[in-house]
């Protein structure tokens, strides 16, 4: 007997399918609208599993301090602009959550946890492989756009029963590109396109974590636009 599990994955396997047809179909006929209400009648593409992330390195890369701090941040409800000051108000949150009772770890490696996992390419590259199996064809390539810091990285962090837990959401912007608009040499890939895309989309990457225990789900939700230019 199958179950309720084995029925959605199987009707989202089947939803992505029908999909894929329609959006070769109309992407052929140069039929932008078409191509978008069929993504739309998807209503799997609002929530799509990713894996977590992988457990932290030993050691915390300058680099991903850097690339942070030209970041717009919004920490706990509180904005930062793309500056080195988010990264000193993280590491006193993180010594203020790990000073509280029953909390059992260390701040600074609290601190490397959380730099390491709001690493904005990782979303990238994870919604990337994710989404450009599904929307992509013949006649479509997903390809990542250059507006990477036109939305805010947001970070929650607290403590409950003694566990630290967090929020984590990142949106990264892509294009639909028809293959026949795309020169060869830009085809395939991670790097960002300049050019205008067939249809903008916003990827949102979505994670909850608990980080005492390691336990962690994500998921990424497509936005696509309401108009088309």
Known sequence: MATIGTMNASKQDEAFSKMQTSLSKYARANDRRMVLRSMRDVKYLKCIALETTSAPRDSLQASEE?????ENIVLNGVPFDGSNHFLSTLKELCAKVCDQDGVWMESDALYDNLVTRMARSNASADSFFKLNPLVGSPDLILMPTSYKHAFPIKLNLYV????????LST???FGLFRKADVKPADLGGLKASSSRPWIGIHAVVDERSNVSNGQAVRHVKVLLPENLY
């Open 160 to 167: 409950a029963n003694g566990q630290i837990h967090t929020t």
């Open 171 to 173: 949106t990264n912007s």
């Open 66 to 70: 850097e690339l942070l701090t030209e």
